[in-house]
């Protein structure tokens, strides 16, 4: 009989992210150009001023650090905050091995197995791996395409609310759908959070790209949050540094804090050459962002000109982060992507894209959202998008009516 | 009412390495020289190729790697353990944020909440850390100074085991006694895995640190176990590298490695610059292993020769690792540890060590012993050594006869 292995073991799911990608292989085998739409790894080259940092250091003994990172990173970090508008100070900040480990070590640290953690779905696929591997439940509240996927009504979240709720999630601005919580939003959520007792865990991984001249209001900066808040963060996608694995966990809540050092004691200290890299990055000029933020709005500007150009594709204007999250006529967008890469080429090129279904957790939702992340030049974008309306053309399971939990969704909106 | 925080996050240990921290930073204040032979944080010199390695490296973009390590690292990694005489593939090779995630997705993967790792003591004190955040019990089999913290007797095992018990966790060679289990031991615990349906988890991070001639068996090189073992590794203690953060989690069990595979794409990749790092060190040549035994080796003898002569101290000669775990004549080692910080000085020297304490579960052992981690040249060990003679001659809670629990533990031998 062979060994059994956890229950948690067998629940947690391959990466949603990774499903399509023994098809895009294939397809390159196969000789196609696949445009990679599917995966927010930035295509921006990171700064050359952050390896020069590594390359500079002179480092007889690569040492563990201490547990919440090294004091010079953790000092950089908080004037970081400070330019980004945000007063905490180094004790306030523990540095993460990425954002995953700050997720993980916030679930650890606010909730016990068996407790709820509510999200407005569509979400990070990603959660659900890290709900798993900590024993508790995601409970989600659903946001609609109609409003661009908008916080759902305080009310939403009133009602699922049970004694097990422990905490609210939410992704500002949001993977996968670029919506940019107002500040309204948010003091609606911590109201709820006050009146139940509730942690508000803010993900603010994509907190520098808003576009349109918007500001992301931070979790931090909302007036009575102090012992609520928990940021979580990262310097991956600000500064295409994702595989430097370095993140961080922001809170004013001293108890949640020293307990989160715990767990972060737990693994002794976070990646050094990671932390010197970071070190640079949150040492750039805001020129740098400004940049960027002009490159991924071009992009967003592009990439929903041309979807709302093709016949039967929904697309609101994403405020921030770089992805849309477009209803397409299509019967299943995990069918129509899996056709992409399989069956579809237009010039002997096709294009990988993630199914919403992986962003929803109540079965039947998004089936015909599709997430793409606009992580291309963009000339590459737009032959991409020339690609996708072709194919959208070509598909065999077209549909020009919303199939029902679409046709459902849509009426209520 | 303040937010309550989990259980677990309460249950959290600080770690048991730095309690006596504050004390040691007081004391270096006062203008006291410190030997810090109370953490396994090599002072040998990281080698200057895998600085090089990153510094050569050309990476337009700092990407998310493949959830298991890149595939360069990963062949480079089956070469090494080649090397070492351990066959095992790179489908087989998970890449890991250092030995700490290893063990975390180990237990996450092979054990539910609830579920009882069998460890014998005394263990690595951080496993505590893991199995709390696991929702794990430790259940503890003691073995005793006298023999050299050797394998308590397989009967020891099999009267703790009981329908909970999933797997057996040991460190070979051992930190913190320096213990190198013998393959018949080994063996023994395998047949014991074999008859009850456990893992077999073996953290093998002083691998190569083994002396006088003497070569550590890798569970991986036991005959039958590959449905039953899985190794947890590091290259931080090998190349000194802890700073790094990359380890790796080896398993000939398919079930067991794709279920922690999943666990390694929630957090998408292990850490890019120290995977490069890690590149070069796994390709260095074994006079590198020569070298750095011939030194730990002669800082092993000083230090035993040393203990040896004190009068009341016992200590046996450990055969790897870089820690011995020696009897001291003191009422208790905590205060005794604290003590030295606080109140005594040699020459303006004082000396931190761990207290045994922190290693062992059952409450009340290891009061008279503690840990010593020899990461100093042999000058400073020498005259580290001096400093803890005259300590123990002054101190006001010297004792001549073992403590109670002591002294039950000899009587028992």
Known sequence: MPLPISERGRQMPASPFRKLAPFAEQAKRQGKKVYHLNIGQPDIATPPSLFEAVRQADIPVLAYSHGAGTDSYRQKLAAYYHRAGIEVSTEEILVTTAGSEAILFALLTCLNPGDELLVPEPFYGTYTAFAIAAGVSIVTVTATIDTGFALPPLADFEAVITPRTRAILLCNPSNPTGHVYTRAELEGLLGICQRHGLYLLSDEAYREYCYDG????????????????????????????????????????????????????????????????????????????????????ARRDLTVRRLRAMLGVRCLVPGGAFYVMPHLPVDDAERFGEWLLREFSYDNQTLMLSPAAGFYQTPGLGRQQVRLAYVLNLKDLDAAMTVLEQALLAYPGRVEEPVAAEAAELAGA
């Open 214 to 297: 918007a500001k992301a209001t931070s979790a931090l900066n909302l007036p009575g949050g102090d012992e609520y808040v928990v940021v979580l963060d990262t310097i991956s996608k600000r500064y295409s540094a994702c595989g430097a694995r370095v993140g961080s966990l922001v809170t004013r809540n001293k108890t949640v804090w020293q307990a989160a050092f715990h767990f972060a004691q737990m693994r002794i200290s976070p990646p050094g050459l990671g932390m010197l890299l970071g070190e640079a990055a949150v040492e750039l000029p805001e020129s740098y962002f400004d940049e960027n933020r002009a490159e991924y709005q």
